[in-house]
């Protein structure tokens, strides 16, 4: 019975060494928004999360192929070279050709994955061209974003439902909050195929603006303004995170954005815009010093008295 439960105990942990490492792809792939058995990062909804995804594949491919050839060349000089077939060790001796080759493969490697990479990252931060800005503040725990030029501000904080769950000490489910601390009572709204500057800072600690499907995370500094861009070209709502930790409420600080059709999007901004301020009414006119002050005139006397 003891060896069985041994046996059983061995088991149970290699299973739970098993779910730690499938656990673990799921967790980086898109750990804001993530999807059933996700093993991958997401290709996200814009150029730049695209770009991440096909530089990603890129580097995966050539990983996966070096791998191959250095563990094939490994395994097929483990037995093909093994002492019970009476194989005796090699005797090296320096070799300048063998060097040469060696090194200067794994630079053109590394330059022909650098040139695309060091590209789409200088496109990242290209923010010319843009069609709006949008202002990110990072606070202790909450974002504020300001649509600068259209007199339109707001904060945006983790919404009271997955607040209240928190706090009950009840366990969420995915059938019954799917997205237990991850939506805000403000999203920030953007149009589709706009360009969208964002110039993001914080008023106390760093932070970090994250969301996955735009492809592209961006620390908030206190003092200092940080730029990036976005075009989201499918309508949609996409969350994410603070990724920088940034005191005790730094895992309640979700990430919505809500991409809406343009049309859509004015509408939203000019409810969202104050109501202009009404004109003051006009004061009645004055009547002419003058005239008033002037006394009436007095009614002239009879002739009549004046002979007497």
Known sequence: ???SSGWGEKLMKAWLLVAMTLSAPLAWAQSADPKPWQLNMGKGVTHTSRMAWEAHMVALWVCVIIGILVFAAMFYAIFKFRRSKGAVAAQFSHNTKA???????PIIILVVMAWPATAKLIAMYDTRDSEMTVKVTGYQWMWKYEYLGQDVAFTSRLD????EM???GQVPTMATDP??????????VLPVDTKVRFVITSDDVVHAWWVPA????QDAVPGFIN?????????????????ELCGKDHGFMPIVVKAVSKDEFKRWLAERKPAPAAAPEAAPAAEPAGDAAQPEAAPAEPAAADAA
């Open 227 to 243: 730029e990036r861009w976005t075009n989201i070209e499918q309508e949609g709502v996409y969350r994410g995170q603070c990724a």
């Open 214 to 217: 735009l492809g592209w995370k």
């Open 160 to 163: 009271r439902k997955s607040d």
């Open 179 to 188: 997205h237990y601390l991850l939506d805000v009572d403000n999203p920030l």
């Open 166 to 168: 928190r706090q009950s």
């Open 99 to 105: 060097e040469v080759i060696w090194t200067v493969i």
């Open 1 to 3: 019975m003891k060896q």
